[in-house]
């Protein structure tokens, strides 16, 4: 939900699923602007959900788990059996992690992993079952952790030109970074071959 600005309810459960965020990440996600977001921060700290701390060189926001209300926002968000009528509808982990990553668009693997109490295993097979049921899709950047995204009516992600540009640009970089190593290395050679010191110069290209 990066494009757009979460309303407050997310806000706050965006805290509680990560446990911990940085002020500035919380804004980016949010969209909200830092006035805005010391002000809730405030509120919710008055009411105990949430606890603003500072450090040297950044300020975060944590999840209160202590405190009663803090309690029963955690419970409203964990898998639990859903009573409507005289039937009794079980909300299963899976199916609480299709909610949440319909909710806040994409969510890293390892976040809800900890916010689930399971394994990161046990999330990925998750994840999979829904990623082939075209429900979310499961990307693996080239680097850092695997993310849920959300999918459009469509089934495609909402995310899918920034996947696409992303893994170019880190593809082209790549190139370069290669590019640059060969010509490093035939350079390298040529400068043995005219000193003609190939064996001491073994180590120091390998």
Request: net charge positive; hydrophobic share 40%.
């Given at each position: 939900?990066?494009?757009?600005?979460?309303?407050?309810?997310?806000?706050?459960?965006?805290?509680?699923i990560n446990g911990?965020?940085?002020?500035?990440?919380?804004?980016?996600?949010?969209?909200?602007?830092?006035?805005?977001?010391?002000?809730?921060?405030?509120?919710?700290?008055?009411?105990?959900?949430?606890?603003?701390?500072?450090?040297?060189?950044?300020?975060?926001?944590?999840?209160?788990?202590?405190?009663?209300?803090?309690?029963?926002?955690?419970?409203?968000?964990?898998?639990?059996?859903?009573?409507?009528?005289?039937?009794?509808?079980?909300?299963?982990?899976?199916?609480?992690?299709?909610?949440?990553?319909?909710?806040?668009?994409?969510i890293e693997m390892?976040?809800?992993?900890?916010?689930?109490?399971?394994?990161?295993?046990?999330?990925?097979?998750?994840?999979?079952?829904?990623?082939?049921?075209?429900?979310?899709?499961?990307?693996?950047?080239?680097?850092?952790?695997?993310?849920?995204?959300?999918?459009?009516?469509?089934?495609?992600?909402?995310?899918?030109?920034?996947?696409?540009?992303?893994?170019?640009?880190?593809?082209?970089?790549?190139?370069?970074?290669?590019?640059?190593?060969?010509?490093?290395?035939?350079?390298?050679?040529?400068?043995?071959?005219?000193?003609?010191?190939?064996?001491?110069?073994?180590?120091?290209?390998?």
């Open positions: 939900m990066d494009s757009k600005k979460l309303g407050e309810e997310d806000v706050i459960d965006w805290v509680v911990v965020v940085s002020e500035r990440c919380l804004s980016k996600k949010s969209g909200w602007d830092k006035k805005e977001l010391s002000e809730l921060i405030k509120k919710q700290e008055k009411e105990g959900v949430l606890i603003s701390e500072k450090s040297f060189l950044r300020k975060n926001v944590l999840f209160n788990p202590n405190s009663e209300k803090g309690k029963k926002r955690l419970m409203s968000l964990m898998p639990s059996v859903v009573v409507e009528g005289k039937e009794k509808k079980f909300k299963t982990a899976l199916d609480q992690m299709k909610y949440l990553v319909d909710r806040f668009e994409k390892s976040t809800l992993a900890h916010f689930l109490e399971s394994d990161k295993t046990l999330i990925e097979s998750w994840a999979k079952i829904l990623h082939q049921q075209n429900m979310i899709t499961l990307y693996y950047p080239l680097a850092g952790d695997a993310v849920l995204m959300r999918n459009d009516e469509s089934g495609n992600p909402i995310n899918s030109t920034l996947i696409k540009y992303v893994t170019f640009t880190i593809i082209v970089l790549g190139l370069i970074i290669w590019r640059q190593q060969v010509n490093s290395a035939i350079n390298e050679i040529v400068y043995v071959i005219e000193r003609g010191d190939i064996i001491n110069s073994i180590g120091r290209m390998f």
